[in-house]
């Protein structure tokens, strides 16, 4: 009855064989998906969420907050890491460490991926791999770094060091936690000790512990914006990607799929599919899924087809990122219409407009307040928050409300220059006061909203 008994199927699964055709075009594959990654890379402008993590790992300085973020609901290593980042350079520079993280993930799955060079493919130009886990200011490089190296461990046999490694990776974000609880209980399958895993359990609790506590108070969790049911389904028909495909058919059948893929591993397939549920419920309920989220649920079933190595299905899984491909070379044809060098410097414009003693953090406004987190951490400038007239820094999500507009900016001295998204409530407001706004810039921006600049007379 113990489980070291019967396993499965052996610890460290065996690659699939390697020719030298395959190896060949797996090489093709990794050096054409890097030199697009560096293209979209450059092509890039931090979005709103790199650059609150920018802002918020540079200016905390309470002891605690280094290890419970005020309002953020992550653990804190990311952010320990943009610290020792930032004493040496500001985030225009920083901000391609992460792309150098997505081009050894493409080697390093290269490396694992061997004689699959369909697989590999299919991975990397997803929209996973071609977007926010590629190459964003944020921890998906990293995280997706630490999977393929616990994957790489455990298929050399070394469990332990491979238990630690995905234990770290907890501390960039805690849905790691869902694959950390996956990893234990196939661990568990294959009779390893208990006591060899408690210490990168308390390691992955504490991490956990500390996201938790960081969400305490923030308005924008627990709110989501469908059912739990439907929001339930629509989770585990991740694979469609688009909402709109994200069908209680699509989750049937994809839920259907994966337990036909591991149907002789019954112990992965059911581990797995309830792994996936938990997931879907627990997301539903308290946070909306973003596309940079499915990525979880889709190295949680990389894993396990992993763990599974030939007694799986291996026809399953690319079926099941098809979609995902589709949409990551739709998004890259997107950007690479709109890329950053293509878009002017709006904070450039409005420095030109109000000539020489201009001073930001008197003189500059954002709103809503979102609107201008990029470009205080892309320039390391001070300005005014919009919403509650306080030097914009990184959005202090406790009872933060995007519609918020500061009273006193009625009686702010003019002329001042506005950052704004949404532009028609804020200048309403404005008018109740005489103000007569002048639009001196406009700025595209494929992640988040367009920003607009005025004068404000």
Not at 150 to 178: D, I, P
Request: aromatic fraction near 12%.
């Amino acid at each position: 009855m113990f489980p070291a008994a019967s396993p499965e199927t052996s610890p460290a699964a065996t690659p699939a064989v390697s020719t030298g055709k395959a190896n060949l075009a797996s090489l093709v594959v990794v050096l054409a998906y890097c030199a697009l990654l560096t293209l979209l890379a450059l092509g890039h402008a931090p979005s709103l969420d790199e650059a609150q993590g920018w802002l918020v790992a540079t200016t905390i300085n309470r002891p605690i907050d280094f290890f419970i973020l005020p309002s953020e609901g992550h653990p804190p290593l990311w952010h320990w890491l943009l610290r020792l980042l930032s004493l040496g350079m500001d985030l225009p520079q920083a901000r391609f460490m992460t792309l150098g993280f997505g081009l050894l993930n493409a080697f390093l799955l290269r490396r694992l991926l061997q004689g699959t060079p369909l697989l590999l493919a299919m991975l990397l130009f997803s929209f996973v791999g071609l977007q926010s886990w590629g190459y964003y200011f944020r921890p998906y490089p990293l995280i997706m770094t630490g999977i393929v190296c616990t994957l790489l461990l455990n298929r050399s046999g070394r469990q332990q060091a491979a238990s630690w490694v995905l234990a770290v990776t907890c501390g960039l974000h805690f849905f790691v936690g869902f694959l950390f609880a996956f990893w234990l209980l196939w661990q568990w399958r294959q009779g390893v000790r208990l006591r060899a895993l408690i210490g990168p359990s308390l390691l992955a609790a504490c991490f956990g512990a500390m996201a938790v506590l960081s969400a305490l108070g923030n308005s924008t969790a627990g709110n989501p914006t469908i059912g739990i049911l439907d929001g339930t389904l629509a989770n585990l028909a991740w694979t469609a990607m688009y909402p709109q495909l994200r069908l209680p058919v699509v989750a049937v059948v994809t839920m259907a799929l994966l337990g036909f893929g591991l149907r002789k591993t019954p112990y992965l397939a059911v581990t797995l599919l309830a792994t996936l549920l938990v997931f879907a419920v627990a997301t539903a309920a308290l946070y909306a899924l973003y596309p940079w989220h499915l990525a979880f649920m889709t190295m949680l079933c990389f894993m396990a087809f992993q763990f599974a190595g030939a007694k799986a299905s291996h026809w399953v899984l690319p079926l099941l990122l098809f979609p995902q491909v589709e949409a990551g070379l739709i998004s890259v044809f997107g950007r690479l219409q709109q890329p950053n060098w293509a878009e002017p410097d709006i904070y450039a414009i409005i420095k030109a407009d109000a000539g020489t003693g201009f001073d930001p953090a008197r003189q500059l406004v954002a709103w809503p307040d979102i609107a201008g987190i990029s470009t205080v951490a892309m320039n390391h400038i001070s300005m005014t928050s919009g919403n509650n007239g306080a030097m914009l820094g990184p959005i202090d999500w406790r009872g933060w409300q995007v519609g918020d507009m500061d009273p006193a900016l009625l009686t702010r001295p003019r002329p001042f220059w506005l950052l704004c998204s949404d532009c028609d409530m804020i200048l309403a407001y404005l008018a109740t006061a005489g103000a007569a706004p002048t639009q001196i810039g406009y700025r595209r921006h494929y992640d988040n909203s367009p920003i607009t600049a005025y004068r404000i007379d």
